[in-house]
């Protein structure tokens, strides 16, 4: 079935340095990428997103990059803060239609250190 | 300016004591999603409502159900909650099924303890 693998389950960075977060995913019709944030007690929080027509987005700190042929995508923060940490889940999705559900990943725990 | 409220936060409820989550959107959306949390894992969806039609994921055992009787609200009723229940609920609303523009929002949760 459907399946989204994500690496590292944990990272720590000192502050200012960058973070990397991948994901690989087993649905080649995937064509949504959503990443969200989720602090402790919250709900999680969409931070950026990338469509398959997309290799890469950026908004300040954070990109998404979309390798379509290896079936992965990455989360990078630059120039982390304290604030940066929490649980980040990738996921992914077909689209709209009744296979449209997201399909998350394990999680990665990052702790920014100041 | 809260978009998708929950309430309560946090509910205690006994072993078998049928208990009853609360979900309000402001947005409009078409879409609301159950999902169940447990501590360091993933989101795990329980079923969504697109607009009046009910989806049940397979693996979603019969004791959750839901309702939906308007766009506003949908809830999430535990008829028998076992110890195995505990965990933070959340509801997520879309504009349309999730995908190319159709993010979803999620509220803040509900932290359910069973005793």
């Known amino acids: 079935g459907e399946n989204v693998e994500q690496h590292p389950s944990t990272l720590s960075v000192q502050e200012g340095d960058s973070a990397v977060i991948k994901c690989t995913y087993s649905?080649?019709?995937?064509?949504?990428f959503p990443w969200y944030k989720q602090e402790l007690g919250k709900g999680p929080q969409l931070i950026i997103d990338?469509?398959?027509?997309?290799g890469e987005k950026k908004d300040q700190r954070i990109a998404v990059t979309l390798n379509k042929t290896a079936k992965h995508f990455s989360l990078h923060i630059t120039e982390t803060q304290p604030e940066d940490s929490a649980v980040y889940f990738c996921?992914?999705?077909?689209?709209?239609?009744?296979?449209?559900?997201?399909?998350f990943g394990q999680g990665t725990t990052l702790q920014v250190k100041p | 300016d809260a978009m998708v409220i929950q309430n309560p936060r946090y509910q205690v409820t006994q072993f078998g004591k049928p208990v009853t989550l609360s979900c309000s959107q402001t947005?409009?959306?078409?879409?609301m999603y159950w999902y169940q949390q447990k501590s360091s894992q993933a989101p795990k969806l329980l079923f969504h409502?697109?607009?009046?039609?009910?989806?049940n994921e397979a693996d979603t055992p019969d004791n959750f159900q839901s309702r939906r009787p308007n766009t506003s609200f949908c809830f999430l009723d535990i008829r028998s909650p076992g110890l195995g229940d505990a965990a933070m609920y959340l509801c997520?609303?879309?504009?349309?099924?999730?995908?190319?523009?159709?993010?979803?929002?999620f509220g803040p949760g509900t932290r359910l303890t069973v005793l």
């Open positions: 997520a609303t879309s504009r349309d099924l999730a995908g190319v523009g159709n993010e979803q929002f």
């Open positions: 409502y697109y607009d009046k039609d009910f989806n």
């Open positions: 990338i469509r398959s027509n997309v």
């Open positions: 996921a992914a999705s077909r689209g709209s239609g009744n296979t449209g559900k997201l399909i």
């Open positions: 947005l409009n959306h078409n879409v």
């Open positions: 649905d080649s019709a995937s064509n949504y």
